[in-house]
């Protein structure tokens, strides 16, 4: 059974980092792109990053690039999101996602992600 856990979620004042992890269990990891989506306090979704299973390419939205670093270590199961400069409109909860199903035009639908973890809150405020 596929099993996604976030963690590294917090409260964080503007500018500050967080790095969130996301560990995996179940399936194998390392065959799996994995993605970032965040749910956003008016509770539209975005994706965030993803980064495919040769840890080769890896996919950010426009509104964190520059910002958020997504990397993976296949031997812990894990795959990070390292946030820095962190804006108010990061607030959300982050979630982690798997997939086979995607490349460079679709790493951002959600639709084709198939197991989700369950969130980590993530609130920039001062």
């Known amino acids: 059974q596929v099993h996604l856990v976030e963690s590294g979620g917090g409260f964080v004042q503007p500018g500050g980092s967080l790095r969130l992890a996301c560990v995996g269990s179940?399936?194998?990891?390392?065959?799996?792109?994995i993605g970032w989506f965040r749910r956003l306090p008016s509770l539209a979704q975005e994706a965030v990053s993803a980064i495919d299973a040769d840890d080769r390419i890896k996919y950010y939205s426009p509104s964190v690039k520059g910002r958020f670093t997504i990397s993976r270590d296949n031997a812990k199961n894990t795959v990070y999101l390292q946030m820095n400069s962190l804006k108010p409109d990061d607030t959300a909860i982050y979630s982690c996602?798997?997939?086979?199903?995607?490349?460079?035009?679709?790493?951002?639908?959600?639709?084709?992600?198939?197991?989700w973890g369950p969130g980590t809150q993530v609130t920039v405020s001062s």
């Open positions: 179940g399936f194998t990891f390392g065959a799996y792109t």
């Open positions: 996602a798997i997939t086979r199903s995607v490349g460079r035009s679709s790493w951002d639908l959600s639709s084709l992600y198939d197991d």
